[in-house]
């Protein structure tokens, strides 16, 4: 395990906590004083934090956090906050620790951590105006700034703020489902039966899972094969298309990858573009990650053709530096959206449509929080260009990683660095494995890795084989940190050769 932390200290209050459970006039004193506590033990914890992750196993947890009798409360915050620094701050996991570099998980900008705090406490809806009044113009205008980063024209384009990734390419297939509909004959189910949605092999699952969900199956989701790089397939694609209409299926849409989730990479979105106004598919970019490029003053022409999208995936939470759930779904044209509205007479009635400005008619959730407002609050205090430098600082960093893992001969790269992820195998060449002890070794080397508390990586398989990644999106992290986790791997890779080495012997 790796470092244990000191227990918090709490300081001394002004005032008692908890006095009146509700946040109301009376009570917004005894909230600020709970406020600045919450605040003084973040800040300890992160002062106090020395590695990603304790290692511990979830039985370890689990022996500690079943004890709790939720019947019995502790009576105070400061018991309770005591209470949960044994059984979760400890031995979280973060993910602003330079050492962590497992999943698309970014440290959070402190306005927006900030603003937390007002959306929490005003807890405003924003299904109806009437129960969001500015919020409802501030995520508005949010998605017209984004809408303007894409290249859309901000009067024509329309979108809506949604849980994340999932949710967004749930939306853009529900919404490109509609629209295929809409042009059919036939009844419901012939209709959606040869329905199709073509993405490629390394695509993000949610796509597969939205095919399930909008009752398609998921096979209705075809896999298009990749290049060497990872990106989609054009050829692949067009022959797979020809086939397909061929069978008198129906292209239903065709969800393009900006920055897959493994290899960063961005398929090529003009040809597929092209390529999708030729099959009469919708045509949605998946930019949950890639979405930092909107706004990199770098690297921005690599997202060219977005513009032609009929549909963007961005996930602020990934490489905007929001805290999560902060995403949405941006259409190019506004009335595309109207597909999935419903007017409900108690909350949005039809007659009121024109006049009020409700979001809930856009959106796949009824109450819903107002996410937006952390945006916003970054934007104007930090502003875009800044967010831009520290992904593209991420870009950097990424690039010369590929020369450190290079430097080291038992590592081997799976492909190019093209965003922030480094996908990379352990082969020693003393000790060449079959597939299955290569795959096996390359489980251990990560469980140990995460039990030491030094590091956390990913894995992932590519063509059968484990390899081991690095995602990166901490603009702290240095080269030194890289590879002080890749001598790291390589250790504890070359230890457990050793083991097996000597276990055979015996
Ligand atoms: C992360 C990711 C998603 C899913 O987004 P969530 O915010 O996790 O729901 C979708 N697509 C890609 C390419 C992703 O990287």
Same mark, same amino acid.
């Given at each position: ?44 914890? =992160?002062?106090?934090? @020395?590695?990603? $992750? ?25 018991? *309770? ?12 996991? !973060?993910?602003?620790?330079?050492? !962590? ?16 705090? =007002?959306?929490?406490?005003?807890? $405003? *809806? ?36 949604? *849980?994340?990734? @999932?949710? *967004? ?28 949605? !073509? ?83 919708? =045509? ?81 959730? $009824? ?110 992290? $240095? ?28």
């Amino acid at each position: 395990m790796g470092t244990s932390l000191p227990t918090l200290q709490i300081p001394d209050l002004p005032l008692p906590l908890y006095d009146d459970a509700l946040l109301c006039a009376d009570t917004a004193r005894s909230y600020e004083t709970a406020s600045h506590l919450a605040a003084s033990l973040v800040a300890q914890q =992160f002062a106090a934090v @020395t590695s990603p $992750t304790t290692g511990p196993t979830p039985q370890q947890l689990a022996a500690k956090i079943d004890r709790v009798d939720l019947h019995q409360p502790l009576g105070s915050s400061e018991a *309770s906050f005591s209470e949960l620094h044994e059984l979760y701050f400890k031995d979280a996991v !973060y993910f602003h620790d330079p050492k !962590y570099a497992a999943h698309l998980n970014c440290p959070v900008a402190i306005p927006a951590v900030v603003a937390e705090n =007002f959306v929490t406490s005003i807890n $405003t *809806s924003m299904d109806t105006f009437d129960q969001s009044a500015g919020a409802t113009l501030i995520e508005r205008k949010l998605i017209a700034f984004t809408a303007g980063l894409i290249g859309f024209d901000a009067e024509q384009a329309d979108g809506v703020f949604t *849980s994340g990734g @999932t949710q *967004s390419n749930l939306q853009a297939m529900l919404i490109a489902r509609n629209t295929a509909t809409a042009k059919l004959q036939g009844s419901l189910p012939e209709r959606l039966a040869n329905l199709r949605i !073509y993405c490629s092999q390394d695509a993000h699952f949610s796509i597969r899972n939205a095919a399930m969900l909008l009752g398609l199956g998921y096979d209705a989701a075809v896999a298009i094969p990749t290049d060497a790089q990872h990106r989609m397939d054009a050829q692949a694609l067009r022959d797979r298309l020809a086939k397909d209409l061929a069978a008198g299926l129906v292209p239903m849409a065709i969800s393009a990858t900006s920055g897959n989730t493994d290899f960063g990479a961005i398929d090529p979105l003009p040809e597929l573009r092209a390529i999708a106004t030729e099959a009469g598919a919708w =045509f949605h970019v998946d930019a949950a990650y890639g979405c930092g490029l909107l706004i990199s003053n770098k690297h921005r022409h690599r997202l060219d053709g977005i513009e032609q999208a009929d549909s963007v995936t961005v996930d602020y939470h990934k490489s905007f530096f929001q805290p999560i759930g902060s995403s949405s779904l941006v259409v190019r044209n506004a009335p595309t959206l109207e597909s999935i509205a419903h007017y409900a007479e108690y909350l949005n009635p039809r007659a009121e449509a024109e006049a009020v400005p409700n979001q809930v008619a856009k959106s796949l959730q $009824t109450t819903r929080r107002f996410d937006a407002l952390k945006l916003w609050v970054t934007l104007r205090s930090l502003g875009a260009t800044r967010l831009g430098d520290m992904f593209d600082k991420v870009i950097a960093l990424a690039e010369d990683a590929q020369q450190e893992v290079a430097m080291r001969t038992q590592l081997h790269m799976a492909a190019d660095v093209q965003l922030s992820t480094l996908v990379f195998s352990f082969e020693d060449p003393q000790h060449p494995l079959e597939l299955a002890e290569h795959n096996a070794l390359a489980n251990q080397i990560r469980h140990r890795l995460y039990a030491s508390g030094e590091a956390m990586i990913a894995a992932t398989t590519v063509a059968g084989k484990r390899m081991l990644k690095l995602t990166l999106l901490n603009p702290n992290t $240095t080269l030194a940190d890289i590879s002080q986790i890749l001598d790291a791997i390589c250790r504890i890779g070359t230890s457990i050769l050793a083991e097996r080495t000597l276990g055979e012997k015996k």
